[in-house]
């Protein structure tokens, strides 16, 4: 095992609004116990973003902010917004701070994997056979190009008026986004599948052959590729074909939230936004939830297996993230929070912080 206990990880926190603070507050003891079992020391700082930035400083993402995050080895995020500040306008919204600290970071790999524990095979919409038994699917979307980022706005030709959006890559940005890919499959199932719509697209077209080129230096991985549409149909028909999917920022978008569908619930499902260095930031994919907010029944796993992935992809402490994700699977054998809990499976209803008390002691108790 390569532990440098030199180091000190610094880590910034920022919990945000609704049931962040819950959230990170557990994954946070999660970091703390297994770098404390490896005799590792991990700092933590804390910053604002969101609703609370605000609140406290009339903007959703204060200079300090981001400075922490500079000066950080990885940011382990919450959530941000909540009806509070819903009449605000655009830039000055909670999920504007969200937008902005990736950009001002760099993060244009976004990770999200689509895992199913064992004990939650029944809470997915799939039935068992489909989903087999090890299902765990890697969306790798490119974050900061494309569609969402091209040319927009309107034009009248011969009287009619049109909308546009377009669909902009240079080949670099493909290059960088397919390289982080590749690499996550090397440490994976070596397999990855390129998601486009060539047969229509130019820019697919262009996507398709900048992978290929890129595929050169990464032989050991298996590359196919796929049409959108098909892709789709097949993450529900078949989803354990995949290991790494890689594709844009739209179709990321699209396919992502249908394959975290799969594993049953939204407050299990963590994810990553890497750049170019190994700095990167770690949340789950879900938001504030505000309607369940300071009632401590949030479901902490998706924050804890986010800290997880800042282990595997930030910190290089991969043992880290073995013991952090097997004591989540334990723990799913005995007990559920609420989103989770199913009447007669069992398992022990219980609190968010009662979760966290539950990984981490089997993180303390594991060899
Ligand atoms: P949401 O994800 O917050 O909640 C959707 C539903 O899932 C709610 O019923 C909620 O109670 C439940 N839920 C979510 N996380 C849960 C958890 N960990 N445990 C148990 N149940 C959980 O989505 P929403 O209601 O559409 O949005 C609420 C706010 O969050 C909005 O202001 C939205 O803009 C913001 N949002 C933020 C992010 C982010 O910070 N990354 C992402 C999505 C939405």
Redesign the pocket.
């Known amino acids: 095992m390569n532990i440098n206990n030199e180091k000190a990880y610094k880590i910034t926190v920022l919990s ?1 609004d ?2 962040g603070p819950e ?1 990170t507050e557990e994954a946070e003891r999660i970091l703390r116990a297994v770098s404390t079992k490896h005799f590792t020391d991990m700092d933590f700082d804390y910053a604002l973003i969101g609703g609370e930035a605000i609140d406290a400083t009339g903007e959703p993402l204060p200079a300090e902010t981001i400075a922490k995050c500079k000066a950080a080895d990885s940011i382990l995020l919450g ?4 009806p509070k500040w819903d009449n605000l306008a655009g830039e000055m919204r909670p ?1 504007a701070g ?1 937008l902005a600290i990736r950009k001002a970071l760099g993060l244009y790999a976004n990770l999200r994997p689509a895992v199913i524990f064992p004990a939650l095979k029944s809470a997915s919409p799939l039935k068992a056979e489909i989903i087999g038994d090890n299902l765990d699917v890697m969306i790798v979307r490119e974050l900061t190009g494309g569609i969402y980022f091209g040319k927009h706005g309107t034009m009248t030709e011969n009287g009619i008026e049109y909308t546009f959006d377009t669909e902009m890559y240079c080949v670099n940005e493909v290059e960088r986004i397919a390289r982080t890919a590749f690499e996550l499959a090397q440490k994976r199932g070596k397999k990855l599948c390129s998601v486009d719509k060539a047969n229509v697209l130019e820019s697919s077209r262009m996507w398709r052959k900048t992978i290929e080129a890129v595929s050169e230096e990464y032989k050991d991985v298996e590359l196919t590729y796929m049409y959108v549409d098909n892709c789709a149909m097949q993450l529900v028909r078949n989803p354990a074909q995949f290991d790494v999917i890689v594709t844009s920022n739209m179709f990321g978008d699209i396919l992502s939230d249908e394959a975290s569908m799969i594993s049953g619930s ?2 299990m499902l963590a994810s990553a936004s890497l750049g170019e260095t190994s700095l990167g930031l770690y ?2 994919i ?7 907010a300071g009632q401590n029944i ?2 902490p796993l ?1 924050a804890i297996l986010s800290a997880a992935m800042m282990c595997r992809y930030s910190l290089e402490l991969p043992v880290f993230a073995d013991e952090i994700e097997a004591a989540v699977r334990a723990a799913l054998e005995i007990a559920a ?1 609420k ?1 989770i809990y199913l009447e007669g499976a069992g398992k022990r209803l219980v609190s968010c912080s009662e979760m966290g008390d539950i990984v981490e002691r089997l993180i303390i108790e594991s060899k």
Request: aromatic content about 0%; cysteine-free; overall charge negative.
């Open positions: 945000g609704g049931i959230i959530a941000v917004g909540g999920e969200l939204i407050g949340e789950p879900h938001g504030s939830a505000p309607d369940i949030a479901n998706a929070t989103d």
